[in-house]
């Protein structure tokens, strides 16, 4: 007998957020759910820190620019709290729609911002809320870093999915720890592709695009690759000199999906064009070019190479009852019994 393989369509998001405004840009993810579902996808990811908008600031000025205009403040105002009417809208939209969302954002917990993905099934649950392991280079002046818990792939009814942010798909012992779990579909979110072009190659779509190509071919698994991009609106809020207007552009948008022998699946669309890419995804196709290569199977020499891999969730304080002083107390206790 045969097995069956899951077979469905996909969307990735490829469109610039209502920036730095969280309940509009809950409304536009919304608005891509529902599209995405009467078109009939299963699935839909969206980019790295689609709410409330990815920092550009970062790239552009000083620390001291980005709190007097006001964008230190208003981020951490409008990213998105977990425990919010704003999550709980979201749920919603992936219950009442019928669609798996991978939903990039800004986290907020606390005094810190995280950079978050969260993972909703079909029925408006939760299937994993991840944090990026390590932000990359000015990234670290707004977010704190996830841990080992966070490089994780999660059994879902439609196949084994994972996800990392940004450049952490560049980073081989990143994507080996994913690998080492079966991933079979992954989400590898992009911010945009706008900034220093094109004298940083390195932050180039060509070059992130092809980190995503390879994952696929590495991973033996699909890669949905959304990305945003920067509108005009961004562009003349963010730019107030004629310097910062010479380090991007408006656009930057390279939305890909890529199979698992890494072809693309989708035509691209414009670099300042909004909209949803969709791909058919045969989960079927994993095994054959798994009989090539299996980077942790019949193509590892794990008596070589290995991986290290420390997956446990950190905390900064950990709560305990001292025995003795338990010990004591329950002694106390049972003296105190009218019963005894």
């Known amino acids: 007998m045969s097995l069956v393989h899951p077979r469905y369509k996909a969307a990735v998001v490829q469109a610039a957020p209502a ?16 599209e995405a579902a009467k078109q009939g996808a299963s699935l839909i990811a969206f980019p790295e820190n689609w709410i409330p908008g990815y920092p550009w600031w970062i790239w ?20 998105l709290h977990y425990d919010s009417p704003q999550a709980r ?14 939903l990039g954002h800004a986290e907020r917990d606390g005094g810190t911002l995280y950079l978050g993905q969260w993972i909703i099934d079909a029925n408006g649950q939760t299937v994993a809320k ?25 059994e879902t009814a439609l196949g084994r999915i994972g996800a990392l942010c940004c450049w952490e798909n560049v980073l081989s012992l990143n994507k080996y720890a994913m690998f080492s779990q079966q991933e079979q579909v992954h989400i590898a979110a992009w911010p945009g592709f706008s900034i220093y072009e094109p004298f940083a190659p390195a932050l180039g779509w060509e070059v992130n695009n092809s980190v995503s190509r390879v994952y696929a071919v590495e991973g033996g698994c699909f890669v949905l690759a959304p990305c945003s991009l920067i509108s005009p609106e961004m562009y003349e809020l963010l730019c107030d000199t004629q310097e910062k207007r010479e380090l991007t552009h408006v656009g930057g ?6 199979g698992p022998d890494g072809r693309a699946l989708c035509d691209k669309l414009p670099e300042d064009q909004e909209g949803l890419l969709y791909a058919e995804l045969d989960l079927g196709m994993i095994s054959l070019a798994k009989n090539a290569m299996d980077p942790v199977g019949h193509y590892s020499r794990p008596d ?11 905390r900064p304080v950990e709560h305990f009852i001292n025995p003795l002083t338990q010990q004591a107390a329950g002694a106390v206790e049972a003296s105190l019994d009218p019963l005894e």
């Open 19 to 34: 920036f730095l405004d969280l309940d509009a840009t809950v409304d536009k993810t919304i608005a891509y759910i529902e």
């Open 89 to 102: 809208r979201i749920e919603e939209a992936a219950r009442i729609n019928r669609i798996c969302v991978v």
């Open 130 to 154: 991840r944090r990026k392991l390590r932000p990359t280079h000015g990234e670290r002046t707004v977010f704190g870093e996830g841990d080992g818990s966070d490089l994780a792939v999660h």
């Open 253 to 258: 948008g390279h939305a890909v999906i890529y």
């Open 304 to 314: 070589v190479t290995r991986l290290l891999f420390n997956n446990q969730k950190n």
């Open 60 to 79: 552009l000025g000083t620390p001291a620019w980005a709190i007097s205009r006001g964008f230190v403040q208003r981020y951490f105002d409008n990213a």
